[in-house]
């Protein structure tokens, strides 16, 4: 018993001689491990092994290989306490020690964090996942050229994906792999020596988890807890996911993006709208504002993707994109607005094209899917929606230039209200700009279209953009109104760029409303939107000359609609109606009361003979003369009583082309409509053929008198018929002057409009160039005044727009 006792204390002591052999390094780790792993970390003996690391920093290798050793140790025999102990040592140690030696170090506690992240374990999980957190979070002093990250993104992406039967558990576990992605995220994004991160096999493993994990709000079900109170997964999920778009470089939006079109894609959510708009709002209030261009230019690509799916899913990127566009507000869209636009109109012009074919395909086929008809109905609105969601955020003059490039779109069907949709809440304080000509000419060149539905596009859009105090719609139902106070119209003072403007365009303006009242085509719509205009110019653009010019353009509208029988009735009692109605605004605007009253008697005469032409009572049209009818003389003698110049308001109003120039507008042969403009009547024409006729009345009249012998009546003819030229020299308006001179010239012009029809061309010729006829190969130019010397062809000088 003795000998065996003795043995046994032999045995000891052999043992403690060679554990006192052991490195230093091997006992101090050895002594931070309690006899019961309940009593927890011995933090004495932590605090020597923490400062031998710190005086000895070339042993932190082999402490970090140790403890991986006894902690695989530990995990292979289940003795779950001291794998905690080990893993809370390596959390000290990592956060003491910063010195160049810590690599070797860092390697052993990434395989320890491996061996804990592969084990069936949820604890042993989330105690890997939450010991990889504080080591993200470390800022190394030096660089690492092979660390890889690889395996932790796999995991911790496996993590948010996690079916663990407990909901608590797998709640655990799903908020253990957020985090440790947030951790790889902090780890290698603005490492240039590590894996790049925002390559597309980490993005396309990182984003959908996180998205798995944003979706799942409804889905997941919580017990009340200290840890989970604090923050949902939804929620860790949304601050997870703005960090990693938060550090998104320009070159790195792409890669970022594309994987949550993807899961968009795969998971069918672009119907629902909801979840889809929610992570794009996500994203561009956490990206860079300066590259929210290009996370709505990967919306338009992956819209064009889809042209041919159904209009559920186009409808729900569309409305994505106008989400996008109006958080994007600091505008600019990027260097190509028109590219966005084109795109828009694209899909516009598709979902149209759906809908009238009834299939995606050029050809119907039995296997082409089925048009719903309602939802391209639907799409097209969200697509209209979008492009005005676009243009609000554009400067003016960017507005003007999209407007511009959507009407050249036109006529191809669904144009149209894209139009509206851009002019949708216009405001523009400078109407130089909103309004330059290179716009306007083509706009106002479209209220000549025989489309009804583009005649009154355009009229709505002329209001949109010239209304700048919100009147227009105080202008609305037309009506006759004994007291404009109660319009509450906003009226400023004209500023200096206004009445550039109307010099400039007022000429053209009143034009086109004329020839816009003389559509045949036209409805009760159309003449108020006329209304409507005039009133806006007259509240918004008027001066004391564009006034008159206003009260002559209302008068001659009263005589269209007692001179053209050709019109219907309607029309034309609607052109009186107008006329009543825009003459007793404007009388009331320029507050002579002696030019209201007279309004005033013949609305009065005109309640008890002709109802029907007023405003309220558009029936039919009697003959109309006398006292229901304005009279031009009256309103030019008030007026100048009160100081206007009536001198333009002698002279009816004739629509005329302004500039001396003749604009001859596009013929459009491709796309189906010609060129209306062309055939209307110019004021040469107008002019010239009152005045040929007054010649040739009195020619006749003088040849007449020539055959009967009768000499005296042919001199007193004579004499006659120059005195009416000089007095209508000397008395007449520039504009009739300058009529007559081009009337001569008009043979010439017809022979150029035919070859420019005929060319389909369009052309700008000057009528400075054509102030008289060239002389004649043949020698005569005459006017029966004498001869000339005849001028050989090749000499002849001709402008050269007329020469080929």
Known sequence: MLSITTKTLNQYCVCGCCGALRPRYKRLVDNIFPEDPEDGLVKANMEKLTFYALSAPEKLDRIGAYLSERLSRDVARHRYGYVCIAMEALDQLLMACHCQSINLFVESFLTMVRKLLEADKPNLQILGTNSFVKFANIEEDTASYHRSYDFFVSRFSEMCHSSYEDPDIRTKIRMAGIRGLQGVVRKTVNDELQANIWDPQHMDKIVPSLLFNLQQEEGIERSPSPETEKESPVELTERCFRELLGRAAYDNIKNAVKPVLMHLDNHSLWESKTFSVRCFKIIMYSIQSQHSHLVIQQLLGHLDANSKNSARVRAGIVEVISEAAVIEASGSIGPTVLEVFNTLLKQLRLSVDYELTGSYDSFANLGSKVIKVHEER??????????????????????????????????????????????????????????????????????????????????????????????????????????????????????????????????????????????????????????????????????????????????????????????????????????????????????????????????????????????????????????????????????????????????????????????????????????????????????????????????????????????????????????????RFQTAPFEEIAAHCGARVSPMLYCLSHVIDTCSISLSLSLSLLDRPPPSPSGSVGNGHGRTRSVPVYEMKFPDLCVY
């Open 378 to 727: 639907q799409l097209q609105e969200a697509v209209i929606k979008t492009i005005g969601s676009f243009a609000n955020t554009l400067p003016t003059y960017q507005r003007s230039e999209v407007m511009l490039f959507i009407i050249g779109k036109i006529p191809v069907p669904g144009m149209y209200p894209s139009l509206g949709s851009v002019t949708a809440g216009f405001q523009s304080t400078n109407i130089l700009t909103a309004l330059p000509t290179s716009f306007l000419d083509p706009l106002l060149s479209f209220t000549l279209m025989e489309d009804a539905e583009i005649r009154l596009l355009v009229l709505d859009i002329l209001i949109s953009i010239i209304d700048r105090h919100d009147n227009r719609h105080k202008f609305s139902p037309v009506r006759i109104i004994s007291d404009i106070s109660v319009l509450k119209l906003k009226v400023d003072k004209c500023s200096r760029q206004d009445n550039l403007f109307m010099k400039k365009h007022s000429q053209r303006l009143y034009r086109h409303i004329y020839l816009a009242c003389k559509e045949e085509s036209s409805v009760q719509q159309h003449f108020e939107s006329l209304y409507t205009l005039l009133g806006l110019i007259c509240v918004e653009l008027a001066n004391e000359e564009v006034v008159v010019d206003l009260i002559r353009l209302a008068l001659a509208l009263q005589d269209l609609a007692l001179t053209e029988e050709a019109l219907p009735v309607y029309n034309r009692c609607a052109i009186h109606a107008l006329s009543a109605a825009y003459l007793n605004l404007i009388s009331q605007l320029t507050t002579v009361p002696t030019f209201c009253q007279h309004v005033h008697e013949v609305i009065e005469s005109r309640k008890k003979l002709v109802p029907f032409l007023l405003p309220e009572d558009v029936l039919k049209l009697e003959k109309v003369e006398g006292e229901v009818l304005f009279v031009q003389a009256k309103i030019a003698e008030m007026l100048g009583g009160s100081g206007y110049n009536t001198e333009r308001l002698a002279t009816s109003y004739i629509p005329q082309i302004t500039g001396l120039t003749l604009s001859l507008s596009f013929k459009y042969t491709e796309t189906g409509y010609e060129d209306r403009l062309s055939k209307r009547k110019s004021i040469g024409d107008t002019v010239s053929l009152q005045l040929e006729m007054e010649s040739r009345n009195t020619q006749k009249h003088l040849y007449l008198c020539v055959c009967s012998g009768d000499s005296v009546n042919v001199e007193e003819l004579e004499r006659e018929r120059r005195r009416q030229v000089v007095e």
